[in-house]
Nanobody, 125 residues
Framework: VQLQAFGGGLVQVGGFLRLSCAAS????????MGWFRQAPGKEREFVCA???????SCGDSVKGRFTISRDNVKKIVHLQMTNLTHEDTANYYC????????????????????WGQGTKVTVSS
């Protein structure tokens, strides 16, 4: 299984960015996906997650600014980020796990089986 995150970069405060994560080697339509981030010197933080059925959940620090979505045909999960602040600067990681249909989105990193390499987001003044 490979999860390849991309789309990171340098953006100004108040700007927007869309991250994407391409999955291969797993049955994507049966996978729950999540985004987590980690800033230097800080613990990994939950960002957003989406279940198999499309139910979404986002952490309090990004709620209302970030949106997670999935494309089961292209096997990609997106993270649309708007109104970015300095506090959003971090490495963003895509994670996935195979689940039964009734399982909702998880904010717990250890619930996930598969991890991808991160993509770096830097928000500047």
């Amino acid at each position: 299984v490979q999860l390849q995150a991309f789309g990171g970069g340098l953006v100004q405060v108040g700007g927007f960015l869309r991250l994407s994560c391409a999955a291969s080697g797993l049955t994507f339509s049966r996978a729950a996906m999540g985004w987590f981030r980690q800033a230097p010197g800080k613990e990994r933080e939950f960002v957003c997650a989406i279940s198999r059925s499309g139910t979404t959940s986002c952490g309090d620090s990004v709620k209302g600014r970030f949106t997670i979505s999935r494309d089961n045909v292209k096997k990609i999960v997106h993270l649309q980020m708007t109104n970015l602040t300095h506090e959003d600067t971090a490495n963003y990681y895509c994670e996935g796990r195979s689940t039964i249909l009734s399982v909702g989105p998880s904010s717990v990193p250890t619930d996930y089986t598969y991890w991808g390499q991160g993509t770096k987001v830097t928000v500047s003044s």
